[in-house]
């Protein structure tokens, strides 16, 4: 199964910002439905975020709202996650996940506190 690609992850303190990316291969339009989920060390892969009904409606975890932001760009063919005011606890590797597409291999974030 074709798998997406994630990309933008890195090390930051607390308080930080990152910008993760998702590469779509394919018109991003198609794609109806797309996620981000994290799996910290130790823990089960966990939802963060995700873009439903062709990004009409947009859901976010508790741990995530009014800190991580989702956005489709439709010209890049990304999904996008921005994060802000991070805390060492959204440390992790972050993965993306779309209707049709298998799990890419991740991109990892290192929070400091």
Not at 58 to 79: E, H, L, M, P, Q
């Amino acid at each position: 199964q074709e798998q997406l690609v994630e990309s933008g992850g890195g090390f930051v303190q607390a308080g930080g910002s990152l910008r993760l990316s998702c590469i779509v291969p394919r018109n991003i339009s198609s794609v109806t439905d797309l996620g981000w989920y994290r799996q910290a060390p130790g823990k089960q892969r966990e939802f963060v975020a995700s873009s439903v009904r062709g990004g009409n409606l947009t859901r976010y975890s508790a741990s995530v709202k009014g800190r991580f932001t989702i956005s489709r760009d439709n010209a890049k063919n990304t999904f996008d996650l921005q994060m802000d005011s991070l805390k060492p606890e959204d440390t992790g590797e972050y993965y993306c996940l779309g209707s049709g597409y298998g799990w890419g291999r991740g991109t990892q974030v290192t929070v400091s506190s």
